[in-house]
């Protein structure tokens, strides 16, 4: 099993920067593909960017594509996600996540979810 928790969530106004911190505990953190997610009231989770288990591959939404960086280590168990140039879209509770196999971008591929941290983002 593993457990995930967030961190790092808060208020920013447009085009700042904010840092989210994911700190996993249990078995072979490494062996897992880590993502993040968000998900906006009324509105889907979303994929926002993933890395494979040595974190030597990222994939990320278009939308966040250039703006956001994923990032993992391992030998201290944490995923981060450095956003920057925030708009009012990126308003959501952001999520860690981790699979052992599956799509990188379907939520029903993922098997641990952390908590949720809350993103502001104001004008």
């Known amino acids: 099993q593993v457990q995930l928790v967030e961190s790092g969530g808060g208020y920013v106004q447009t085009g700042g920067s904010l840092r989210l911190s994911c700190a996993a505990s249990?078995?072979?953190?490494?062996?897992?593909?880590m993502a993040w997610f968000r998900q906006a009231p009324g509105k889907e989770r979303e994929f926002v960017a993933t890395?494979?288990?040595?974190?030597?591959?990222?994939f990320y939404a278009d939308s966040v594509k250039g703006r956001f960086t994923i990032d993992r280590d391992n030998a201290k168990n944490t995923v981060s996600l450095r956003m920057n140039n925030m708009n009012f879209e990126d308003s959501a509770v952001y999520y860690c996540?981790?699979?052992?196999?599956?799509?990188?971008?379907?939520?029903?591929?993922?098997?641990?979810w952390g908590q949720g941290t809350q993103v502001t983002v104001s004008s």
């Open positions: 996540a981790a699979r052992y196999d599956g799509n990188y971008d379907d939520v029903t591929s993922y098997t641990y």
């Open positions: 249990g078995d072979m953190f490494s062996a897992y593909y």
């Open positions: 890395i494979t288990p040595r974190g030597l591959s990222t």
